[in-house]
């Protein structure tokens, strides 16, 4: 068992006494995972959100920012990943992740509504799918990280096809997000959306810190991850960086 996947799950537990930032309380039921994301970089595109209703499921109602809707690439890696009755076992802790995501508010509750995830390990996508119902996709995946450099690769090896290659990392100091600007909008949401058998909305709460983003810089040789879905993300992305968040995740309900 590595040390960092130790050390990891135990400040994911910590995570707990830092809440007066959340939107609405903690959950009152135990978490069931937890994971440490690192080296992440947030692109985001905006798109049009007529488009956007066509793929994402009618009972999820879109978050628009300003009558703009927003499709984020996030890859990044994953240590320390553990259900709470078990530490991080070897083998299947680490592993890269990569994720297309949207924005959707249910009950006053502003959420992540995910297109895709991408992940290396295939136990971990198919426990994925089958706990939260998620469309988890196994990859070829790589990340390395050498200093402020972080190189990057995802080959998706079943489903509809795509793939990402890019270099990322920080170009400046770290700060949280200020409340209502667009930076907070895509950042601070603390509940993921999905649906269940009947396309009744479901919800599952997550955890964490406030986002300790850094503006960025990406060099993207390929993302072709939202092709599936009709978008071609071209332009120039709005970029973040964030070195580390420590998360803890709930069981689906009802939303």
């Known amino acids: 068992m590595k040390r960092q996947d130790l050390e990891a799950a135990r400040r994911q537990g910590q995570t707990l006494a830092i809440s007066e930032h959340r939107p609405w309380p903690l959950p009152r039921g135990p978490w069931v995972m937890g994971q440490t994301w690192h080296d992440l970089l947030f692109a985001h595109w905006p798109v049009d959100p007529e488009h956007l209703r066509q793929v994402v499921h009618p009972s999820i109602p879109l978050d628009l920012?300003?009558?703009q809707a927003w499709i984020g690439v996030s890859p990044f890696g994953i240590r320390g990943a553990h259900p709470r009755a078990l530490p991080p076992l070897p083998g299947l802790a680490s592993f890269p992740e990569l994720n297309v995501r949207t924005y959707a508010t249910v009950d006053g509750r502003p959420g992540i509504f995910f297109l895709s995830l991408d992940a290396a390990k295939l136990p971990a996508v198919l426990a994925a799918r089958r706990a939260y119902r998620l469309p988890y996709f196994h990859a070829r995946m790589s990340i390395a990280v050498d200093g402020d450099r972080v190189d990057y690769r995802c080959e998706r090896l079943h489903g509809p096809t795509a793939s990402f290659r890019a270099t990322y990392g920080p170009t400046g100091p770290t700060r949280a997000a200020p409340a209502g600007t667009l930076d907070y909008w895509l950042a601070e949401r603390y509940c993921l959306y999905t649906v269940d058998d009947r396309g009744r909305p479901l919800r599952a709460d997550i955890h964490h810190p406030p986002w300790p983003l850094?503006?960025?810089?990406?060099?993207?040789?390929?993302?072709?991850?939202?092709?599936?879905?009709?978008?071609?993300?071209?332009?120039?992305?709005?970029?973040?960086?964030?070195?580390?968040?420590d998360v803890l995740i709930w069981r689906l309900a009802a939303a």
Do not use: V
């Open 65 to 67: 920012w300003e009558g």
């Open 214 to 245: 850094q503006p960025a810089y990406a060099e993207i040789a390929e993302n072709t991850m939202a092709a599936p879905y009709g978008f071609g993300l071209g332009g120039d992305p709005l970029l973040h960086f964030a070195r580390r968040q």
